[in-house]
């Protein structure tokens, strides 16, 4: 399997992630966001509790893990209304990344609270991150259940209800099922109306169900309720693209920009999907005007250096993505795209540096890092480029039996294979990867490359 470039994934995302995350969330927190509230979550509201949940959270911070857990089964003893303390330990867990002692603890709760539906909410949540959708659908009809007969904590039931009908919702979207996912999210919606997730999501079912006008109405709805929601012409724009309707989308896309001009976020967006259709000129313009109104903002100058590194005009992608790093030096796409750019010059120095920010992306992401196997694809490139292809090949080879290739990694694979005379097989994987028409940094090259092979293969 061929995955698409990360930083090309970007344009559909802010449409299309809301349907693959549940709304619990605990897995995708980082440390430094982890309160007293968040372990308790909506069982109760009266701050007083966090005495003991505070200092456990002190205590697993220093590696206490023995201290931290008799803390918390304290406050849990001392307020039956708590979450269970397993509960509060894999939410800490999965704050720090450590999904195995995370799922133990769940697995713990679930025998020792057999009543309680919180176990199989977040084993749902992590199952489905992992696209095991099988599991995910048995995990959340089992919290449903038990949630329609818990009676402990009207808060935090009423917290189950919202969680399983998104979890069964996120199933029945990932599986298609739109009747069904309709059905969920009206549910969700009934408990919620406030909700600017279930409303965008609620938009793309009914998109899905052929009701466009009413998908519009939930966009717009989304947006009332959140600023910061995808602005509703351009949701809309992305349903249409999808469906290959590009006239419309396009549409849609210059509506989004009539009647909001002076926002950034929908000229990025703009940006990005002009990029998608291989307008570079218009990417261009509208990427250059987010940045004139904003320009401080990192996303423009990561989105204004990805268009000239589709353009291949490398001295403006170094300038954009050096601003970036610079400004955010653990931004990945920043960091990432500049040792690629980096790597595309003559000068000694610039290539060294590549391999330094190659190398040290690969070691900060190791595995279950998200940005894993787009540091390691970029890496093999790296090497590749400085002449050390056996690296490159090992790397690539790793990661093709992964199925973690990327498009620009299967254009590198291509490359590899030119080198060792196996052109045929080169041929096939760019003619595999250039017959999906999405967009990705080293598509031109990958055509080109094609057109030498065929040329080649004819004489």
Known sequence: MVRRSALFSVSRCVVLAVILLPVCGASSLAYGQITAQTLVGKAVSD??????????IGRFRDRDIVGCRALLERARSNNPKLPPPGVMMAVLWLGVNQLQ?????????AVKYPGDPE?????GDL???????????????????LTTAFSENAKRKRDFEIRCHAGS??????????????????????????NASARQRQGIVLFQ??????ALAEFREAKKLDEKAVHPELAMARLYDDAKQRDTAKKLIEQAIKSAPQDPAVLLATAQWYVGQNDLPAATINADNALKLDPKSLEAKVVRGAIARVARDYKTAERFFNEAHVQSPGNFPAGNSLALVLVETDDKDSRQRALEMAEANVAMHREGSPHQANALTTLAWVYYKLGRREDAEKILSQISQNNQLTTDGAYYVAKLLVDRGEKDRARKILEDVLANEAMFATR????????????TAGN
């Open 47 to 56: 701050d007083a509790q966090y005495g003991d949940i505070n200092n456990a």
């Open 101 to 109: 002692p995370a799922r133990a603890e769940l697995e713990d709760t």
């Open 119 to 123: 176990p199989y909410l977040m084993l």
């Open 127 to 145: 199952a489905f991150q992992d696209r095991r959708i099988t599991d995910a659908d048995v995990l959340f009809s089992k919290a449903t259940a």
């Open 169 to 194: 919702a996120a199933v029945a979207e990932s599986r298609k099922q739109w009747d069904a996912a309709q059905k969920y999210l009206a549910a969700w919606l009934e408990l919620d109306p406030d």
């Open 209 to 214: 169900l052929g009701k466009p006008q009413e």
């Open 444 to 455: 031109a090259d990958a055509v080109d490359l094609l057109a030498t092979l065929k040329k």
